[in-house]
């Protein structure tokens, strides 16, 4: 594993080039991911701790953004879940090696209105919307067959009507008080342009050492 090494040479992040809004930053690299077809753009890790500072960090889906911060939707009784509520803060991480590049965001974490998780449930694949009633996320299972059967169970359940938004599932807002912006450089001179956001809402810019 030592010798994994290669270099990053494909582009470069000016502190003068990025905008003053950390959000709008994020969308115009967002488009370029998209634009550049890689799998899975909006793929994040989400890191969470528990109040004892139990850390814990696993890959989620970004699923909305707006002017001050980004939504994912997961179990509220799953360990991520039980962690935010002991401890309402979260850092996401975006990784596009394709394009040599990471976002890292901070800040505080809520849950979004119940309108806004109950729509996206009703937008969702019917085959995700029995996978939330069906699979007890985290929990232990004794084979695969459970699972199925439990899959069964919620088809024979909704059948022929509207599958409803379970109440312990929806969605998360981290809004962002920290971001980072990481460009790979040659020579691991990376360029890294930092925000942070003040009491008043405004954005500071500044360049971190690699």
């Known amino acids: ?6 270099e990053y040479a494909s582009r ?7 905008d003053v809004n950390p959000m709008i930053q994020f969308r115009a690299w967002f488009e370029e991911a998209l634009a550049s077809q890689i799998i899975d753009p909006n793929a994040m890790s989400l890191a969470t701790a528990s109040a004892s500072g139990e850390p814990s960090v ?5 699923k ?10 997961t179990h509220y009784t799953s360990p991520k879940g039980r962690a935010l509520a002991e401890n309402p803060r979260a850092s996401l991480l975006f990784f596009w090696p394709a ?18 998780s109950e729509e996206y449930f009703a ?3 019917l085959e995700s919307q029995w996978a939330v009633w069906a699979a007890p996320q985290s929990s232990e299972l004794p084979d695969r067959q459970t699972l199925q059967d439990r899959l069964e169970d919620v088809k024979r359940r909704f ?8 109440d312990d599932w929806g969605g998360y807002h981290v809004a962002a008080e920290h971001m980072e912006f990481w460009q790979g450089r040659p020579g691991r001179l990376h360029d890294r342009i930092a925000y942070t956001r003040g009491a008043d809402g405004s954005w500071a810019r500044a360049r971190l050492a690699p």
């Open 12 to 18: 470069t992040l000016d502190l003068d080039a990025t």
């Open 99 to 116: 394009l040599e590049r990471q976002v890292r965001i901070t800040g505080s974490v809520a849950r979004v209105p119940r309108a806004v």
């Open 1 to 6: 594993m030592k010798e994994l090494r290669r």
């Open 159 to 166: 059948a022929n009507q509207p599958v409803p938004c379970p």
């Open 58 to 62: 696993r890959t989620v889906l970004l």
């Open 123 to 125: 937008s969702r694949p």
């Open 64 to 73: 909305d953004v707006d002017d001050t911060g980004f939504v994912f939707f």
